[in-house]
């Protein structure tokens, strides 16, 4: 005979946790302004970039008993960017929140929650998983009616990640998605969000501008003092829930995590179908030498549509000479049967004259090997202006794509150095007031890629040429 299901939580009442009101001795609940306009909006999907300590957390975990109310018979998911952070941060607010719910109703909402696998079940049918980011296959083939995603900013693979969520929900016409983080502006998630605001899409919605000191809670002193601590855009972003740019980032504002990457390209064999349907490529090659990285970037040029989209990108860590160079040019020689088009020009670091003669002989015939002997600040910038004007052209076109497969393999870490990283991340370099100087830093690790990305436009420019390679044979 089947159980009989709890159905107390139908004429349960939704709180937040009480807390001590400053001054007092006092515990209230009290949902703030910001909280309210949250919870009580109607768009599908939810935005909320607010700053540190504002109440963002809070707010999602509230947001999630709500939906488990609304839609009994379903499963929630809520991601976070590592089970490590889901244990520390997440978890402990719904403790709270559950605690508190059973303090005023009377009974518990939870049934049970499996420790290992990250799941509470609920007296209502439901079930409630924690998912980590670092692995978005988790969700394939997985149906939920609602999910929450904390700290959305910090999220790994965040374009696969978001699609597969998406995916998810697709049974279910009443579906909702919230997000709650402080704003980065190399986040695929709060910029596509902000970019549907933007086109006025009925379903989205986005609230930022939400301060630390707007939660009457927190110590505002605390964000006083860390006024000296952060950079002044690290400070509007972090305290007072601001959009800002990266400071002094070199691509900042020519890149688009949104629109500067061909999602469609899902693999390299999607690439290779492409080529196959006819046109004019061409594949194009920079590499950055170095005693300790060393890095190769791989360009597909549309010679009929004036595009240029980076298709691989090989980085060593710790490599010998011969094995650098070896590994780069078997990397570069493979093109033909892994793109179905055949590598016609690499350009080279310049000042790496011992790799740049060895990789010759590896590759000459097949591939002709160029570099710009100049290596002044001058000839820097202007190869950093090169590729601007390939991220966003005067006429607002973007003529430089990163294929969509690239973003697998990126480390939101600050150690992270693939191509999507780096020119998010590049930056001009300072003088000793802290000024920014028209050349990049060339001390951080991300730093490889973009430089290899700027040999090629140096040598080989963007100009129609059939053939690139023709102009330094």
């Known amino acids: 005979m089947a159980r009989r299901r709890d159905m107390r939580w139908k004429k349960a009442r939704l709180f937040y946790p009480p807390r001590i009101m400053p001054g007092t001795e006092k515990r209230r609940t009290v949902m703030l302004d910001h909280q309210q306009e949250f919870h009580y909006t109607h768009k599908k999907v939810r935005l909320a970039h607010w700053g540190r300590g504002a109440g ?3 707010a999602g975990v509230h947001e999630l008993g709500i939906n488990a109310h609304r839609h009994p018979d ?3 998911v809520y991601v976070g960017a590592t089970r490590p952070m889901l244990k520390k941060t997440l978890v402990p607010k719904i403790e709270t929140w559950l605690a508190w719910y059973a303090r005023f109703n ?3 909402l939870e049934e049970r929650y499996y420790k290992t696998d990250m799941i509470y079940k609920l007296i209502t049918g439901a079930e409630w998983w924690l998912i980590p980011s670092d692995d978005p296959i988790k969700v394939l083939g997985q149906e939920f009616g609602y999910v929450g995603l904390d700290e959305a900013s910090r999220l790994f693979m965040q374009p696969d990640l978001y699609v597969n969520l998406m995916g998810g929900m697709r049974m279910y016409p009443d579906w909702r998605l919230w997000a709650t983080t402080t704003w980065h502006p190399d986040s695929y998630i709060c910029q596509h969000i902000a970019e549907e605001c933007r086109r006025q899409n009925p379903d989205y919605w986005i609230r930022g501008d939400v301060s630390s000191y707007a939660n009457p809670f927190s110590d505002h002193k605390h964000w006083d003092n860390m006024k000296s601590e952060y950079s002044p855009d690290e400070f509007e972003r972090e305290v007072m829930g601001a959009q800002t740019a990266l400071g002094g980032s070199v691509y900042g504002s020519f890149f688009s995590p949104k629109d500067s990457i061909a999602h469609h390209l899902r693999s390299t064999e999607d690439v290779k179908r492409m080529v196959q349907r006819g046109g004019q490529y061409s594949i194009l090659g920079g590499v950055d030498w170095g005693p300790r990285y060393s890095n190769l970037i791989v360009i597909l040029r549309d010679e009929l549509n004036d595009v240029d989209t980076v298709i691989d990108e090989l980085i060593l860590d710790d490599k010998s000479l011969d094995q650098s160079v070896g590994m780069i040019a078997e990397r570069c ?3 033909a049967s892994r793109f179905g088009v055949s590598m016609r020009g690499c350009a080279v670091d310049p000042s790496g004259r011992a790799w740049n003669d060895q990789f010759r002989r590896k590759v000459r015939p097949t591939i002709h090997v160029a570099f710009n002997l100049c290596h002044a600040e001058q000839e820097i910038v202007y190869g950093v202006e090169l590729v601007k004007r390939r991220l966003l052209a005067a006429d607002g076109h973007r003529r430089l794509m990163f294929a969509g497969y ?3 393999t990126q480390d939101n870490g600050p150690r992270g150095r693939g191509i999507l990283q780096g020119v998010q991340r590049y930056k001009h370099s300072q003088t000793m007031d802290g000024a920014f100087r028209s050349k990049p830093k060339d001390d951080e690790y ?8 700027r ?8 100009d129609r040429i059939v053939d690139p390679s023709a102009r330094f044979r």
């Open 56 to 58: 963002k957390t809070m």
């Open 74 to 76: 379903r499963v929630g």
């Open 446 to 453: 991300w730093v490889h890629q973009c430089d290899g990305l």
């Open 106 to 108: 009377g009974f518990r």
């Open 333 to 335: 020689l493979s093109c």
């Open 406 to 408: 690239l973003q697998r």
């Open 455 to 462: 040999y090629v436009y140096l040598n080989f420019p963007a």
